[in-house]
């Protein structure tokens, strides 16, 4: 490199080619639901998106794991992109909704990953059937965890009121990825802006999700964020994985709260490990 040359900011990672996956929609109790599913003989991965995504949103991810020799499936929860809302006054229960998809597409067993809102579905999920999951991967979520000293925690210190104000990409992109990428912020900022066309849905838990409740997860688990995730920084991740101590723990360097888009390759070599392990 020559005294005046500019070093590069980021490596973007092109969006490789999907998959060929079976697209549909899945009647459950109340609505239906947009899915995809790569179909296959190998376990199964479902994909649990965030709550400013979509089933659109694991573009890093489909092609990945469907040649790694998974079954891979995305799909959008209650108002989310392509899937129907149903009635806003019984929005349902977002991980009982999962169940019925899983039983559709008959599914016993499989791996789950839950990003974000999804991480809180995720979990929620495991709690109720912990039989039917070889494994747990949550990423960069705060676990819809309902104890009064996290709550408190983190609507004090880690997210202020002002913070709901701030752009979407600022909150969850890394500042690293949108000073370097701009063009993937952009693309993120789409995928964003197409995800939920009306009022989105906030869809109730089946269980308490407390600490209590958490240390009781038996299923093998990834704890994953980001270490410039503003909604689940390194800090809160220690603080899950001081109640899930057989978990696996990863941070991923200079990735926000969207580390599957920002680092997607870095993220699917964690998860690929982690998956093969289980």
């Given at each position: 490199m020559s005294a005046h040359a500019t070093p590069e900011m980021w490596t973007p990672v092109p969006l490789p080619e999907q998959v060929l996956a079976r697209e549909s929609m899945a009647p459950i109790?109340?609505?239906s639901l947009w899915f995809w599913d790569t179909g296959g003989e190998g376990p199964a991965v479902v994909l649990l998106h965030p709550g400013t995504g979509s089933g659109a949103s694991w573009g890093?991810?489909?092609?990945v794991l469907a040649?790694?020799?998974y079954r891979v499936i995305g799909y959008s929860r209650r108002g989310h992109f392509q899937s129907a809302e149903g009635d806003p006054d019984n929005p349902g229960v977002a991980s009982v909704d999962l169940n019925e998809l899983v039983d559709l597409l008959g599914i016993d067993e499989f791996h789950v990953l839950g990003l974000a809102a999804g991480g809180t579905v995720a979990t929620d999920y495991a709690l109720s059937h912990p039989d039917r999951l070889l494994s747990l991967t949550l990423a960069s979520t705060i676990m819809g965890v309902t104890d009064k000293s996290y709550i408190d925690l983190l609507t004090n210190l880690v997210?202020?009121?002002f913070f709901t104000s701030l752009p979407k990409d600022f909150q969850e992109l890394g500042p690293s990825y949108r000073a370097?990428?701009?063009?993937?912020?952009?693309?993120?900022?789409k995928l964003e802006e197409e995800a939920i066309s009306g009022k989105q849905l906030t869809q109730k838990n089946a269980n308490a999700i407390t600490w209590a409740a958490v240390e009781t997860?038996?299923?093998?688990?990834l704890l994953l964020t980001g270490s410039a995730d503003l909604y689940t920084p390194p800090s809160m991740l220690r603080l899950q994985a001081?109640?899930?101590?057989?978990?696996?723990?990863?941070?991923?360097?200079?990735a926000g709260h969207a580390p599957n888009w920002e680092q997607p390759d870095r993220f699917n070599a964690i998860l690929l490990d982690f998956l093969k392990r289980h």
């Open positions: 109790s109340g609505t890093y991810q489909q092609p040649k790694a020799g997210r202020p009121s370097g990428n701009p063009a993937g912020a952009a693309a993120w900022l997860i038996r299923t093998p688990t001081s109640h899930l101590r057989h978990a696996r723990v990863e941070i991923i360097e200079e």
